[in-house]
């Protein structure tokens, strides 16, 4: 099926599944949605209840990249159900959403670059770590990445508000990026500042690993615990640079199996934006001492009240 934007002369093709086939692959993303979520929504009110973590910067950082993870996971899951249900939304509508997703898409490697640095420094600066890690200046952090995320959508918006009608953000779309963002433009901008970012993210994780790799052949575990947990870092920025390169890989496997567009295109967006929503969980979640008793009280709805809180703080690493 082709679906023909209004006022542009291109054509974006839509494919469509049969009803059973739909209805298996929304209820695999829904499911998936919803028990990745809760996972992570307990972790945020596991976070909230206790002191002893939203005092400490690098507790801080992650709860950030947790509550990204479930707002891009819910924008994903959102958008698929209603393209199957309705097949094409309101273009308003379409960039609200597509607006929410991108913000924590590029949230997520600059929150990963800057748990790094703070693992850097409560390593290779231990007797500096309270003064230059304070919960502050971790908000302030977080401010400034949300401000260079909106660096990269803000353009987008202004230039759509100023080159499209007002009829076509009454028009209804297919819901994708390219088709409410139609500037060729855009598309160029889109990718450049993607490479600068990620340039900037890796060029970080390089640089603490091989510092506190450096630390841990002749200092204590903590250091080892550090660049173990860098290393997750990178692996979790790998998953998210295969949002970057999503439509690379789906065009490569399209044309080399022209017949499976769908089953790839499905299979992909599971393994780029769903499955990635786990490795937070399980970096912090589970890899930490402290956050793990508290999160099983809450995470299978114990009342068992064994837990209390520390009265020391140990850093996770």
Not at 76 to 86: A, E, G, N
Not at 179 to 202: A, C, G, Q
Request: hydrophobic share 50%; aromatic share 14%.
């Amino acid at each position: 099926m082709n679906f023909s934007n209004p006022g542009r002369n291109f054509t974006t093709n839509v494919y469509r599944d049969t009803l059973n086939t739909a209805i298996i692959k929304n209820v695999i993303t829904v499911v998936l949605c919803i028990s990745i979520n809760y996972i992570n929504s307990t972790l945020v009110h596991t976070f909230r209840k206790h002191e002893i973590f939203n005092v400490n910067p690098r507790y801080i950082l992650y709860i950030h990249l947790v509550i990204n993870d479930i707002m891009l996971l819910t924008m994903f899951t959102l958008v698929q159900v209603l393209s199957y249900i309705v097949f094409t939304l309101n273009v308003s509508l379409c960039i609200v959403l597509l607006t929410i997703a991108i913000f924590a898409n590029l949230n997520n490697p600059l929150t990963l670059a800057v748990m790094a640095i703070e693992c850097y420094i409560a390593i290779c600066f231990p007797l500096h770590h309270t003064q230059i890690c304070t919960v502050k200046k971790t908000y302030v952090v977080i401010g400034l990445i949300w401000a260079m995320s909106a660096l990269s959508i803000l353009p987008d918006l202004f230039v759509t508000f100023a080159e499209e009608s007002l009829d076509f953000f009454n028009s209804r779309v297919f819901c994708l990026r390219e088709n409410v963002f139609r500037n060729p433009n855009l598309t160029e901008k889109r990718d450049i500042s993607y490479i600068v970012y990620l340039v900037i993210v890796w060029l970080s994780l390089f640089y603490t690993y091989f510092r506190i790799l450096f630390t841990a052949q002749s200092a204590s575990g903590d250091a080892k615990k550090a660049r173990n947990t860098v290393l997750l870092h990178g692996f979790q920025l790998l998953l998210c640079m295969l949002t970057y390169v999503y439509h690379l890989i789906t065009n490569g496997l399209t044309y080399l199996f022209p017949r499976g567009v769908l089953a790839i295109r499905f299979t992909i967006a599971i393994f780029v934006q769903v499955l990635p929503r786990l490795i937070s969980p399980v970096v912090y979640g589970l890899r930490d001492k402290t956050f793990r008793q508290y999160l099983k009280r809450y995470l299978f709805c114990s009342t068992n009240d064994q837990t209390h809180p520390q009265k020391t703080l140990k850093r996770p690493l």
